[in-house]
């Protein structure tokens, strides 16, 4: 399975890569980056293409072409505090882009194209700009969830969307599970090998809060060691 990729140098984006190139059912991996990713990681993986892309607005028909084949995308591009060029725009972009140019060409018929895209836990709860603490930004991420949970129903047997809503992504337990709470904390191997699944194997689930991504990659990492 050809999979699209952006965010690889990111920190959740570059586990999610990991997880992407030690996965058998991921035959190609085409990196969407704003800089180069290092000799090193595409040396060591024969399956894994960087395409060095600045403009995420726009896309040329030479990327377009390298994307084509493709059965799945994940999107873990930008920080919580990216703004809405990056939040909005550029995922808005590359939607219609693939929806016009990619689905059409999906390798095997009668199969959906899966978007998995990374919002925030901080977004469900601020549905409009009436919030002191980055309320704006907050209430168009939010609208933008909502619009591509929609795309699975608009498009049905064509696309289906995944938007996956952690709090705290850590490498290693909080220092005080009390406060933080089991719900609001993830594993960041657990949330890559959560959003690695939703791309393969899609899911009934379409938004995946920290427990559900949890449960999720937990069953991905438990299947590997069977």
Request: net charge negative.
């Given at each position: 399975m050809k999979i699209i990729l952006t965010g690889s140098t990111g920190w959740i984006g570059s586990s999610v890569l990991a997880r992407c190139i030690a996965h058998p059912s991921i035959t190609s991996i085409v990196a969407l980056t704003r800089r180069p990713l290092p000799d090193s990681a595409t040396t060591k993986a024969p399956k894994l293409h960087n395409i060095v892309h600045e403009d995420f607005l726009?896309?040329?028909?030479?990327?377009?072409?390298?994307?084509?084949?493709?059965?799945?995308?994940?999107?873990?591009?930008?920080?919580?505090?990216?703004?809405?060029?990056?939040?909005?725009?550029?995922t808005t972009s590359a939607v219609n882009m693939l929806l016009t140019s990619i689905v059409p060409s999906m390798p095997t018929a009668g199969k959906p194209f899966r978007f998995v895209y990374t919002s925030g836990g901080l977004v469900p709860y601020l549905d409009t700009s009436f919030f002191f603490f980055l309320g704006e930004a907050r209430s168009l991420r939010a609208n933008l969830d909502r619009k591509i949970l929609a795309l699975s129903?608009?498009?049905?047997?064509?696309?289906?969307?995944?938007?996956?809503?952690?709090?705290?992504?850590?490498?290693?337990?909080?220092?005080?599970r009390f406060l933080l709470g089991e719900a609001s904390w993830i594993y960041r191997e657990e949330l890559a090998a959560a959003m690695v699944d939703a791309a393969l194997e899609g899911g009934e689930e379409r938004l995946l809060g920290d427990g559900a991504l949890r449960r999720k990659g937990q069953e991905a990492i438990g299947r590997e060691k069977l």
């Open positions: 726009n896309y040329s028909d030479t990327v377009i072409s390298q994307l084509r084949g493709a059965e799945a995308c994940i999107w873990v591009l930008g920080s919580p505090s990216s703004g809405k060029t990056v939040h909005v725009d550029y129903e608009k498009h049905a047997g064509r696309w289906e969307s995944f938007v996956a809503r952690p709090w705290f992504v850590l490498d290693s337990p909080p220092m005080s």
